[in-house]
Nanobody
Framework: QVQLVESGGGLVQPGGSLRLSCAAS????????IGWFRQAPGKEREGVSY????????YYANSVKGRFTISRDNAKNTVYLQMNSLKPEDTAVYYC?????????????????WGHGTQVTVSS
């Protein structure tokens, strides 16, 4: 059964940090590209970051480059998104997603598998 389960969201003040985790089914964690999307109320879905199956290739949206870091630990079947210097505009529901290719993360924004999302709120 394919599963992606996010955790780590919450309320943080501007300038603070959060680390999101995505626990994946073993098959997905070994062979799939895994990444993060976010969607704020009234806004379109945005691709935030992805990491290749081996961890050798990463992508970041311009809006988060230099502040967010994606990593994966295939032994633990988990992908992490370390988010630093958070801004109010980072407030959104963050979704973990997986696909065999990188294209859906930057072209169609429609990877094959999705988690249920975790809320991140940046507010004072």
């Amino acid at each position: 059964q394919v599963q992606l389960v996010e955790s780590g969201g919450g309320l943080v003040q501007p300038g603070g940090s959060l680390r999101l985790s995505c626990a994946a089914s073993e098959f997905i964690s070994d062979y799939y590209v895994i990444g993060w999307f976010r969607q704020a109320p009234g806004k379109e879905r945005e691709g935030v970051s992805y990491i290749s199956s081996t961890g050798g290739d990463t992508y970041y949206a311009n809006s988060v480059k230099g502040r967010f870091t994606i990593s994966r630990d295939n032994a633990k079947n988990t992908v992490y998104l370390q988010m630093n210097s958070l801004k109010p505009e980072d407030t959104a529901v963050y979704y973990c997603a997986a696909d065999q290719d990188e294209g859906p993360f930057i072209r169609t924004l429609a990877p094959e598998y999705w988690g249920h999302g975790t809320q991140v709120t940046v507010s004072s």
